[in-house]
């Protein structure tokens, strides 16, 4: 497994595809995280960012195999295996994202509440806002590994459909990444610190389910 997380990642740096998500969580910040403001507002912001960039870089990993390397590849290795290989790689890639931009939120951030009367600790902020990052990444690569093949291979279709559920993820009720990044925003408005713990495993149960389920159903079409 080792080996081909390693073929995976190697592809994906080889080939800068990566650089269009990148460049957009880094849009996505630059819009919507402002010095100063509020940290727990600005964290927000900053996981909420994450989950369309992890599901845009699960489709990069999982196509960017030309057929008959994919063939070859899971001949060796088992379909399984190579898929799964695929998918950490682009989680992998986007936690590196997600951490760093953390990070930097929450060094460039006020760490105040939002109406900047309560003190708010940057350390204990900066966890629950990686947590929440981590929630959010987990639902994206779900989102991703659903809308792409082995379920999907029309360019087109799966394209909107990662846009759809992408959004969706984050604006409906019940959804893990809207309870985290709500959690963070909420806990603004007072200066409390919510972690995402049940968020965070309800998107490790979901992410787990749709990895599992798309590497069988790779098996049955490969």
């Known amino acids: 497994m080792t080996a081909l997380f390693r073929y995976h990642a190697a592809m994906l740096l080889r080939s800068q595809r990566w650089l269009p998500p990148v460049l957009l969580y880094g849009i996505f910040l630059a819009v919507g995280v402002q ?3 509020p940290v727990l507002d600005s964290l927000g912001v900053a996981a909420a960012a994450l989950l369309p960039v992890t599901a845009w870089l699960v489709r990069i990993c999982t196509t960017q195999e030309p ?11 088992g379909m399984p295996r190579a898929h799964l290989a695929a998918l950490l790689a682009a989680a992998a890639c986007a936690g590196a994202l997600g951490v760093v931009g953390t990070a930097v939120v929450t060094a460039v951030s006020d760490p105040k509440s939002a109406d900047g009367l309560v003190d708010v ?26 809308c792409s093949r082995p379920l999907l291979r029309g360019r087109g ?13 984050l604006v409906t009720t019940g959804s893990p990444a809207k309870a985290a990044v709500s959690g963070l925003v909420t806990g603004s408005r007072t200066g409390a610190i919510h972690t995402p713990g049940l968020s965070l495993a309800a998107a490790a149960l979901l992410a ?7 590497c069988v159903l790779g098996v049955r079409r490969g």
Do not use: F, H, K, N
């Not at 057929?67 to 290795?77: F, P, Q, W």
């Not at 204990?124 to 639902?139: I, Q």
């Open 157 to 169: 279709w799966s394209l909107a459909l990662t846009a759809l559920l992408a959004l969706l993820a």
């Open 35 to 37: 010095g100063g403001g």
């Open 208 to 214: 787990a389910v749709a990895a599992g389920a798309v």
């Open 67 to 77: 057929d008959a390397a994919r063939a070859v590849t899971a001949a060796a290795s």
């Open 121 to 146: 600790a940057p350390l204990p902020a900066g966890t629950a806002g990686l947590l929440a990052a981590l929630v959010c990444l987990l639902v994206g690569a779900t989102v991703g590994a659903l």
